[in-house]
């Protein structure tokens, strides 16, 4: 069974912190997706990123960057110089290469709250 | 480009009351899905259609959920019998392409509350 683990229920920082959101999954699955979306207040998930279980480098997008690591199950995401528009609820999820649907496996998520 | 358009944003029903939900993908989009996000979760998928076929209903309640697509576009979701279980947000999404890779795009939900 594939399943995703975001342990951090909360996170609260400063302003200009650096934050790091925790995403381990689990899936037998040789070929998969990784994804990170974004909840803010008005309720629409917003697409961040997708990885494929074959590309391991580390992805930096402005003061976004996404830590891979396969041998470790994890899909760590860290916000630089963190802003109040940063907060909002953050979703690890997981979808299957071969399930046709494309069916996304979400985490629980972390809801992260920067402070001016 | 329009993004997924829901309707209604907010419900409340009482138990045992019907309610539907409606969506519209964003144009052209062949796969459409539905969650059910519970306050405190992340979302679960309900139903997926390819075009106006059902891929993939396993978690969907059948005794009480039901969804259409009817021509391929808009989509309705319908419960009947309500529950007090059921109070959650219901996700709509669409992807251009059906498979793992494709990223979704969510509408803003609507928001039930079963009193």
């Known amino acids: 069974a594939q399943k995703v683990t975001q342990a951090q229920t909360e996170i609260s920082v400063v302003e200009k912190e650096d934050v790091t959101l925790d995403c381990v999954y689990e899936?037998?699955?040789?070929?998969?997706?990784l994804f990170w979306y974004k909840q803010p207040p008005s309720g629409e998930l917003v697409f961040l990123i997708r990885r494929n279980s074959f590309d391991e480098q580390n992805e930096i997008s402005g003061r976004y960057s996404w830590n891979f690591q396969k041998s470790t199950s994890s899909f760590n995401f860290t916000i630089t110089a963190s802003q109040v528009v940063d907060s909002a609820v953050y979703f690890c999820?997981?979808?299957?290469?071969?399930?046709?649907?494309?069916?996304?496996?979400f985490g629980q998520g972390t809801e992260l709250s920067v402070k001016p | 480009e329009a993004g997924v358009a829901q309707s209604p944003r907010y419900k409340i029903i009482e138990k045992r009351q019907s309610v539907a939900f409606w969506c519209n993908p964003i144009?052209?989009?062949?796969?459409l899905y539905w969650y059910q996000q519970i306050l405190g979760q992340g979302p679960k998928l309900l139903i997926q259609?390819?075009?106006?076929?059902?891929?993939?209903d396993s978690q969907l309640p059948k005794d009480r959920f039901s969804a259409e697509r009817l021509k391929g576009v808009d989509s309705t979701l319908k419960i009947q019998p309500a529950k007090l279980e059921d109070s959650a947000v219901y996700l709509c999404?669409?992807?251009?392409?059906?498979?793992?890779?494709?990223?979704?795009?969510f509408g803003q939900g609507t928001r039930l509350t079963v009193v």
């Open positions: 999404a669409s992807s251009p392409r059906t498979g793992g890779r494709t990223e979704a795009f």
């Open positions: 259609f390819q075009n106006n076929g059902v891929v993939d």
């Open positions: 999820a997981l979808s299957l290469y071969y399930n046709q649907g494309g069916k996304l496996i």
């Open positions: 899936t037998r699955d040789t070929t998969y997706y």
């Open positions: 144009s052209g989009h062949a796969t």
